[in-house]
């Protein structure tokens, strides 16, 4: 009977190995701890998002924000937590290839990029909001969806 336990826990043991060996090779090649800086350059390691990058860096904010500033929260939690979810998303369409042409920002990233644009110019908005839309009511990108990078 002994033997019979030990069997499920050598293939247990060599499959995870396997898993975090693969998994570790990928995230090295992949540049894995570049993604928790806020470098914009780290943003075009992946080849579709080159436009993006370079039509930032033409852009009227990059002198004052980088991708971080615009498309995480901006409290340590958030920022992390948005990071790896989207980090996490991005390597398997990238991986598998299940990805359109003309990458188009999720509800949840486009909430975490409205409230920033609300954050920054948190004066200006308060004052549109005073006219009695509400911050409901208006919607940043919508507008302005040509500010950040434009293509």
């Not at 009511?137 to 919508?142: H, N, Q, S």
């Amino acid at each position: 009977m002994g033997k019979w336990v030990v069997i499920p826990a050598l293939l247990a043991a060599l499959f995870g190995g396997v898993g975090l060996g693969v998994g570790g090779y990928t995230f090295v090649y992949a540049k894995g701890f570049s993604y928790v800086s806020n470098d914009p350059a780290v943003c075009a390691n992946c080849h579709v998002m080159r436009a993006h990058l370079d039509a930032w860096q033409k852009g009227s904010h990059h002198a004052v924000a980088v991708c971080n500033d615009c498309h995480t929260p901006h409290n340590f939690f958030g920022k992390y937590l948005t990071k790896g979810l989207n980090g996490f998303h991005h390597s398997l369409a990238f991986t598998t290839g299940n990805f359109p042409d003309n990458i188009l920002i999720k509800k949840r990233n486009r909430a975490v990029t409205e409230q920033a644009c609300r954050d920054c110019h948190a004066p200006m908005v308060r004052e549109i909001d005073a006219f009695g839309h509400g911050p409901q009511a208006l919607d940043c990108i919508r507008c302005h969806s040509e500010v950040g990078h434009m293509e």
